[in-house]
């Protein structure tokens, strides 16, 4: 299939490499020239305008976001609406708010358009190899847009969720529990380092990865950061916290559902800005292990 992804940051460059492997046809616009540059040695080819990308689709238009959440997103949705026509359709896979795309759903239906909210999990290798996918909108664009989401998804990987905003409501759940997740395994980590013990934390990472109940992805990340920095000596301990899990934690409130944990996990993403602390390193690691985010280094 054919279609535009604007948006070429650390999640869109490689899934524009996913989806080109897969044998679609994309056209990539970043406002970032040396990015454009890049991914057309990477075989993207990329225009110089928004305009000028959706323009050169041919037939019903596919127009995928791969952009930060927050006010940018509308900017280019009443950029991308002009361009559009009718059953025309546009996908968010970025972390939006799931009440600005139910909202943003709604303006794009008024001209005839859909707005899928796809909710895309793995990080950017999974971006690059097959990601996790959660989709909300209207069933039958999901279903036209489904060939693309099957073929850049791991097996069994992708969801339709159900109506508009459902998606980034998964989404938002998902990242809610990675919070906890990893505060936890943060702070397991910090008590075997305070043990006195001399204990190889990275080779400890590595057995529990080999069929203990706490195995899984974290757990190999965690063996990854450990092995190249034992005591994460070269890193801050400041853990930032991208929106989601607060969204998750406001949302619990009004819906009077418990989640402490999450919650809990939250504030201490705030503790981190402050203080530095053992757990907040593994958890700034853990962070850029998956998801390429940066980490504040020593000076």
């Known amino acids: 299939m054919q279609l535009s992804l604007l948006g070429l940051g650390k999640m869109g460059y490689p899934l524009a490499l996913n989806m080109r492997d897969k044998g679609h046809t994309v056209v990539g616009f970043d406002p970032n020239p040396e990015t454009r540059l890049a991914i057309q040695r990477d075989g993207i080819n990329t225009k110089e305008s928004v305009a000028d990308c959706i323009q050169s689709l041919e037939g019903r238009k596919i127009v995928w ?15 991308v609406l002009l ?34 909210d796809c909710g895309t999990s793995g990080g950017t290798s999974g971006a690059r190899h097959g990601i996790c996918a ?15 989401v099957r073929s850049i998804s791991l097996p069994n990987g992708y969801l339709y969720c159900g109506p508009s905003g459902s998606g980034h409501f998964t989404k938002m759940v ?15 980590f910090s008590h075997l380092r305070a043990s006195g013990m001399d204990l190889n934390l990275a080779d400890i990472a590595q057995l529990w990865n080999q069929g203990s109940v706490v195995r899984g992805w ?3 990340l965690t063996e990854s950061a450990l092995r190249k920095d034992p005591g994460l000596d070269s ?14 934690v406001e949302d619990a409130m009004d819906r009077k559902v418990s989640i402490p944990v999450i919650a809990l996990s939250l504030l201490m993403r705030f503790q981190s ?8 390193k593994v958890v700034a690691a853990l962070r850029n292990e998956f998801g390429g985010h940066a980490v504040e280094k020593k000076a």
């Open 65 to 79: 976001l791969m952009v930060p959440a927050g006010k940018i997103v509308d900017q280019i949705l009443e950029e």
């Open 83 to 116: 361009l559009l026509s009718k059953g025309d359709v546009i996908v968010d896979g970025g972390n939006s708010n799931y009440k600005e795309s139910q909202a943003r759903s709604e303006k794009a239906l008024a001209h005839g358009i859909d707005y899928l």
């Open 134 to 148: 959660m989709v909300g909108g209207r069933r039958e664009a999901f279903a036209y847009i489904e060939p693309i």
């Open 174 to 188: 998902h990242n809610g529990i990675e919070y906890g997740m990893m505060q936890s395994i943060a702070e397991g």
């Open 218 to 220: 974290l757990m190999e």
């Open 235 to 248: 890193i801050r301990g400041i853990a930032h916290a991208s929106g989601e899990a607060q969204w998750m």
């Open 273 to 280: 800005q402050d203080a530095e602390n053992f757990p907040a």
